[in-house]
C-alpha cells in the first residue's frame, strides 16, 4: 500500500481547500482563478503537498528547491519562497492554515489535501480521492486518570449527568466541519467596507435572496433563486446610487434600501416591492441603515447616534434610544422583545455587538471580554430563536461564528465557529424556515486579489507593475523616480527599495495599519496616514532608511481623538497639508477643514475658507491647493497668493493628485459608471477622461483605485478582482 505522500507524488492534479495545484502545467487555482506563483514558491508547495501532515526539513526542502546547486544565503532564499507562498494561499505565519513553520526543522502542510483523480488499490478496485487530514491523540495518562476517581465520585457524576442531561444544552461530540453550499457563481456579489460604512446586507424568504451585486464597477440591487443561483435585477430610480439593504418586511413583500455613493453619511431611505410596482422613498427621512419594526409597518432608522421610530410615510418619528456611536445592522429577536445591531465607533475604528431591550432601557454590549477577534458585526437570529449567528475578523480574515441562545440554565453559550477560510465569509443572515431548514443560514464569501497597474506611456492600456511589487496594496514613487515605498497585501508590512528591487528594507510592521504614504521632497522620509489598533487616523514621520515612527500632529488635550488624513508635502519639505476624514468615514461631530503644519516648530494653523473640505493636496511648486468637498461632488483649488478658493470641476471627486510639472490634477470619479479617471488643467478647468475599469482589461476587476502617478505621469492603479458569492450552511448538519 502507497503512503499519502507517495500517492500525492505522483497525482497530477491535488486539491486543498479552495485550491487546486496542476504539476503539469505548473498552475496553481483558486477557485478556479489562477494565482500568480513563481517558479520557487510553487515547487515548495509541491514538496510540501508529497508530504502532507509530515514535517520536510530545510535541507530536504534545499535539494528539491535548489538539487545540487550552492546559493549563497539558503536561509533568505528559503524564507522569501514560503512567504510568497504564504501569500499566495492568503496564509499567516502567526495563525497558519496551510503552511506550518517548525522552528530549526522545516516546515509542514496542515490542511486535508485532496487526489481528484482516481487512483486503484493492489486488486484493481477504485479507491477515488485521498484525503489527508491532520490527527490527535489522547494521552495515555489522561485515560488511566479517569480510573482514579473513586468510586462513589462517579457514581454522584453519573447521577448529577442524568439528571441535567434531561435539560443541559451541550456542544455536538462531532467536530466534523460543517458542510458549505454555494448559491450562487456569477462572482459580483457586494462584499463589506466596513471602514467607509458600507455594511453588505442580503435578505430573504426561503425562496429568494436579496442582495447588492456589483456590474461594471457600480452596484445594483439583485435577487437570487435559492434552488438554482439565477440572477436578475430591480429597476431603481437613478437618484439610489449604489443600493443597500437595510432589512426585509416580516411578510416579505418590500425591502428597505439607501444609497451608498455619496459620502455624506446619512441618505435618503427608499421602500421596494420585490414582487412588482413602484419604487418610492420614505418622506422627510434621512438615515445611515433601517430595519421593518416586528409590526411591519413601521420603520426603525439610524441617524447620527439617534435609533427613530417612523412611519413608513414617515410620519408620527420619534426617539427610541441614543448609542454610543453609529449603529448598523439593526435586527430584531423573534419574539420583538430585544434589538441587536453594531456598533462601530469611527475614532477607535472598531466594530461591536450589542442589545438593547424594546422599549430602549439596559443597553449594553452583547459579548464583553470576547477577545477571539478585533472586529465583531453584523449578527441575526434564526427565525426560531435558537441561534444567533455573525460576523468576526480576526488578523484580517473574517468568519462566521454562532452563539446558541438557550435558556438561563444552558451552559454552552460560548460562541463557536461555523466557517474555517480559506476564503473571507462575511455578513450571515437567516430567512424564515420550516422545521427541517430552521437553522439554515446564507452568506457572503469573498475570494479577493488585489494587483497595481500602471499606465503605458500615450496608452490607455494598464499593465501589471513588475514583479517585486504584484503583491502591493499601495505604492509610492519618491519624486526623483530612484526609490519606491510599498505595503504588502498579505501581511500589512511597508518596505522600502529601488525600483527595480534592490536594497529592500521594511519600514513597519501590523498592528499598525496605513491608508496612505508621501514621500517628502528629498526623498529622506515618508509621512504616513496610520492608525492603532482602538485608536485615531493620524500621522507619522518615519525615514526612508527606517527607524523610529514619530507622530506629527502636537496632541492638545482637545484633539487627542480626532482623525488626522492626506498628509502632503510643500516643495521646500517644511510644510505639510493635512485633513480630516469624510463624514462617512467619521462620527465627529467637530467642523472638518484643512491645515499647514510647520515640520520644525509642529505649529499647525487653518487654511482660509477649508471649513467642508478634505482630502487636500499641494502643487509642486506650494502655490495651488486642491480639495474635496465632503459630499466628493466638487474639486476646489485655493490660491495661496489670493487666499481665494475656485470650483474646478463639479464631477464627483476623490484621490485627487498633481502631475509632476504642476500643471494638472488627476482625479477619480467614483460617482460616474466605469469610476473614471480625469485630468485636469491648472488652472483654467479643462477636463479630459484617462481611463476607466474597461482600461484595465483582460484583468477583470471588479473595481479599482487610483493611487499614484509613476515618473511620467503615468497613474498607477490598485485593481481589486474579487469572486463574491453567496453561500448557505444548515447548522444541524455537519
Known amino acids: 500500500m502507497m503512503t499519502a505522500g507517495e500517492q500525492n507524488g505522483g497525482a497530477r492534479r491535488v486539491q486543498f481547500g479552495v ?39 530545510r535541507e530536504e526542502l534545499q535539494q528539491q528547491l535548489w538539487g545540487g546547486a550552492t546559493t549563497v544565503d539558503f536561509d533568505h ?115 463589506n467596507e466596513p471602514d467607509v460604512e458600507g455594511f453588505s ?25 435559492v434552488a438554482n443561483g439565477e440572477i436578475g435585477h430591480f429597476q431603481l430610480p437613478p437618484e439610489i446610487g449604489a443600493p443597500l439593504i437595510g432589512s426585509l418586511s416580516p411578510d416579505g413583500s418590500k425591502l428597505v434600501v439607501h444609497g451608498h455613493l455619496q459620502a455624506l453619511p446619512e441618505q435618503p431611505l427608499w421602500i421596494v416591492p420585490t414582487l412588482g410596482g413602484n419604487t418610492h422613498r420614505v418622506p422627510k427621512v434621512q438615515a445611515h441603515d433601517a430595519t421593518w419594526m416586528p409590526d411591519g409597518n413601521r420603520l426603525l432608522i439610524a441617524n447620527g447616534s439617534d435609533l427613530i421610530v417612523v412611519g413608513e410615510d414617515g410620519s408620527d418619528p420619534h426617539k427610541l434610544l441614543t448609542v454610543p456611536g453609529l449603529a448598523f445592522w439593526l435586527r430584531w429577536s423573534p419574539d420583538g ?98 422545521a427541517a431548514g430552521r437553522h439554515r443560514i446564507y452568506f457572503i464569501g469573498v475570494n479577493s486579489q488585489i494587483e497595481l497597474l500602471q499606465a503605458l506611456p500615450h496608452s490607455a492600456t494598464f499593465n501589471a507593475l513588475d514583479q517585486n511589487l504584484n503583491l502591493a496594496s499601495l505604492a509610492e514613487y519618491s519624486p526623483d523616480g530612484r526609490w519606491v515605498a510599498w505595503l504588502n497585501s498579505a501581511d500589512g508590512y511597508l518596505w522600502r527599495s529601488r525600483v527595480d528591487g534592490s536594497e529592500r528594507i521594511q519600514l513597519t510592521a501590523p498592528p499598525l495599519r496605513i491608508f496612505s504614504m508621501k514621500w517628502s521632497p528629498d526623498n529622506n522620509h515618508l509621512a504616513l496616514m496610520a492608525e492603532e489598533p482602538g485608536k485615531p487616523w493620524k500621522l507619522y514621520l518615519v525615514d526612508s532608511d527606517g527607524g523610529k515612527l514619530t507622530p506629527l500632529v502636537p496632541q492638545d488635550r482637545d484633539e487627542n481623538d480626532r482623525n488626522e488624513a492626506d498628509p502632503n508635502w510643500s516643495a521646500d519639505g517644511k510644510t505639510l497639508v493635512f485633513g480630516r476624514l469624510p463624514d462617512r468615514m467619521d462620527s465627529e461631530s ?97 477636463s479630459e ?27 498607477v492603479v490598485s485593481a481589486r478582482t474579487s469572486t463574491v458569492n453567496l453561500y448557505s450552511v444548515d447548522l444541524d448538519e455537519r
Not at 505548473?26 to 517558479?39: A, D, H, I, M, N
Not at 493628485?657 to 482625479?667: A, I
Not at 482589461?697 to 493611487?707: G, K, M, N, V
Open 19 to 57: 485550491f487546486e495545484v496542476d504539476r503539469s502545467t505548473g498552475e496553481l487555482r483558486r477557485s478556479g482563478v489562477k494565482v500568480r506563483l513563481q517558479g520557487q514558491p510553487f515547487k515548495l508547495l509541491t514538496a510540501l503537498l508529497d508530504q502532507p501532515g509530515e514535517v520536510v526539513s
Open 77 to 191: 532564499s528559503l524564507g522569501i519562497a514560503v512567504n510568497k507562498l504564504r501569500e499566495a494561499l492568503g496564509d499567516s505565519a502567526e495563525n497558519p492554515r496551510f503552511v506550518e513553520t517548525l522552528a530549526r526543522r522545516g516546515y509542514r502542510f496542515i490542511a486535508p489535501v485532496k487526489i481528484p483523480d482516481a487512483v486503484t488499490d493492489s486488486n484493481g478496485a477504485s479507491v477515488g480521492m485521498l484525503v489527508s487530514e491532520p490527527h490527535s491523540a489522547i494521552p495515555a495518562d489522561g485515560i488511566a486518570g479517569w480510573w482514579r476517581f473513586s468510586r462513589w465520585w462517579l457514581i454522584g457524576l453519573v447521577a448529577v449527568c442524568a439528571i441535567v442531561g434531561i435539560v443541559l444544552l451541550v456542544q455536538p461530540a462531532n467536530r466534523k466541519p460543517y458542510q458549505i453550499s454555494q448559491i450562487t457563481y456569477s462572482g459580483g456579489v457586494f462584499s
Open 201 to 225: 446586507s442580503s435578505a430573504g424568504d426561503g425562496t429568494r435572496l436579496y442582495f447588492s451585486h456589483i456590474e461594471n464597477g457600480n452596484a445594483v440591487l439583485a435577487v437570487a433563486l
Open 337 to 434: 422583545k430585544r434589538l441587536r445591531f453594531t456598533l462601530q465607533d469611527a475614532k477607535r475604528q472598531t466594530t461591536e455587538l450589542w442589545e438593547v431591550a424594546a422599549d430602549g432601557s439596559n443597553l449594553h454590549p452583547l459579548l464583553p471580554g470576547w477577545n477571539q477577534a478585533a472586529a465583531v458585526c453584523c449578527g441575526n437570529w434564526t427565525a426560531d430563536g435558537e441561534e444567533f449567528v455573525f460576523q468576526a475578523t480576526r488578523a484580517g480574515h473574517s468568519e462566521i461564528w454562532a452563539q446558541r441562545e438557550g435558556p438561563w440554565y444552558a451552559l454552552n453559550r460560548r460562541p463557536r465557529q461555523i466557517t474555517n477560510g480559506p476564503l473571507d465569509f462575511e455578513a450571515p443572515i437567516t430567512v424564515p424556515g420550516t
Open 590 to 686: 467637530q467642523p472638518k477643514a484643512i491645515y499647514l503644519l510647520d515640520i520644525a516648530s509642529r505649529k499647525v494653523t487653518e487654511v482660509p475658507g477649508s471649513v467642508g473640505l478634505f482630502s487636500p493636496r499641494l502643487s509642486p511648486d506650494g502655490r495651488y491647493i486642491v480639495a474635496i468637498r465632503l459630499d466628493q461632488r466638487a474639486l476646489l483649488l485655493f490660491d495661496r497668493t489670493t487666499q481665494q478658493w475656485t470650483t474646478i470641476s463639479s464631477h464627483g471627486a476623490g484621490d485627487p493628485l498633481w502631475s509632476h510639472d504642476g500643471r494638472s490634477v488627476y482625479f477619480q470619479d467614483f460617482l460616474e459608471a466605469g469610476k473614471p479617471i480625469y485630468r485636469i488643467a491648472i488652472p483654467d478647468g479643462r
Open 689 to 715: 477622461q484617462i481611463a476607466t475599469i474597461n482600461n484595465l482589461r483582460p484583468i477583470l476587476a471588479s473595481d479599482f483605485r487610483l493611487l499614484s502617478l509613476a515618473p511620467g505621469d503615468l497613474p
